[in-house]
């Protein structure tokens, strides 16, 4: 078990930093270009790899931390991609089941996590508040793919601002997974919610930047 354990742990490493590294690429460089699809590509397998690697050792070596990872992630990294098959919602594209499910999958967890927080506040255990935090991130991403799917967004290319927002929110995991293993001064639950509170303006600065509104 514990080499099994090593194995998962190794390649969850290994996908995080390529993760890390192509998606810093992708926020710095040029959007749209040949390189941005390369190192997209990268990091989406990256991520996936992250993600289930992360269920793996979480359930091996029961782990809070690794499991909001894996559930985030996942969801992330693979509706930020879908979207970009879904170029005509605003002229009646409909999802497709996976689609569905992805939404489905995130607002399960997103209630499990608002009910964990809920219980551990209740508790005393101020790292509630990070499992609150997440699972209302997770309700505001699946309510937007309702909005979308249903065709009642207001902006014209829809696809490519959830692009942005799943995409940097996926690197944002990353992110919070590195501060948190190599944290040695933030309390627990700052280093958890750091990186969000930092690129939260920037993910609103760029889909203000590239959002086409309807009418």
């Known amino acids: ?11 969850h490493i290994v996908a995080g930093t390529i993760g890390l590294i192509s998606g810093t690429v992708n926020i710095i460089g040029k959007k749209g270009g040949k390189a941005h699809r390369i190192a997209g590509r990268f ?29 985030f992630t996942l969801y992330m990294v693979s509706s ?32 499990l996590f608002l009910l964990f927080g809920i219980y551990h506040l209740i508790h005393k255990n101020s790292f509630g508040a990070v499992f609150i935090v997440f699972g209302l991130i997770g ?6 793919d309702f909005k979308n799917f249903r065709g009642e967004g207001d902006v014209l290319n829809t696809w490519l601002v959830a692009h942005i927002q799943r ?24 280093a958890w919610l750091l990186p969000t509170v930092v690129m939260f303006p920037l993910i609103l600065k760029w889909v203000k930047r590239y959002k086409v509104r309807l009418g």
């Open 139 to 144: 309700f505001r991403m699946v309510r937007a």
């Open 80 to 111: 930020g991609t879908r979207y970009l098959h879904l170029k005509n919602l605003s002229k009646g594209q409909k999802p497709g089941a996976v689609d569905w499910l992805l939404t489905y999958f995130m607002l399960t967890f997103g209630i």
């Open 43 to 71: 990091f989406l397998y990256g991520m996936l790899t992250v993600s289930l690697s992360a269920f793996v050792l979480s359930v091996l070596h029961p782990n809070y931390f690794l499991f909001i990872v894996g559930v």
């Open 1 to 11: 078990m514990d080499i099994l354990f090593k194995v998962f742990l190794i390649l």
């Open 167 to 190: 995409m940097i929110g996926a690197y944002v995991a990353a992110l919070t997974a590195f501060l948190v293993v190599n944290n040695t001064l933030l309390p627990a639950y700052i």
